[in-house]
Nanobody, 119 residues
């Protein structure tokens, strides 16, 4: 079984920065695309950023230019550097990954980490 564990959330003032991390752990797996989603209170979960196994990236329009997604394949870890944070970035942030375990393809989620932007 492959687990995704996020860290790095917290409370920060508007204009501040946070760096989220998500590490995949387990055995016998291969990671393909990895990404971050977020869900604000009363809203649907939405994609934030995604990075392919080759390093190609995509961002939601609302975060483009402020957030940067990256990955360290050797550490099975994806990062989300969030700068110039706004109150509307407040949400639970979830890590997501496309994986192969043996011959089985699967899509896994982390448990989420809270990000709160407030003065």
């Amino acid at each position: 079984q492959v687990q995704l564990v996020e860290s790095g959330g917290g409370l920060v003032q508007p204009g501040g920065s946070l760096r989220l991390s998500c590490k995949a752990s387990g055995s016998g797996f291969v990671i393909y695309g990895m990404g971050w989603y977020r869900q604000a209170p009363g809203k649907q979960r939405e994609p934030v950023a995604r990075i392919s196994s080759g390093g190609s990236t995509n961002y939601a329009g609302s975060v483009k230019g402020r957030f940067t997604i990256s990955r360290d394949n050797a550490k099975n870890t994806v990062y989300l550097q969030m700068n110039s944070l706004k109150s509307e970035d407040t949400a639970v942030y979830y890590c997501n990954a496309d994986l192969r375990v043996g011959v089985d393809l699967m899509n896994n989620w982390g448990q989420g980490t809270q990000v709160t932007i407030s003065s």
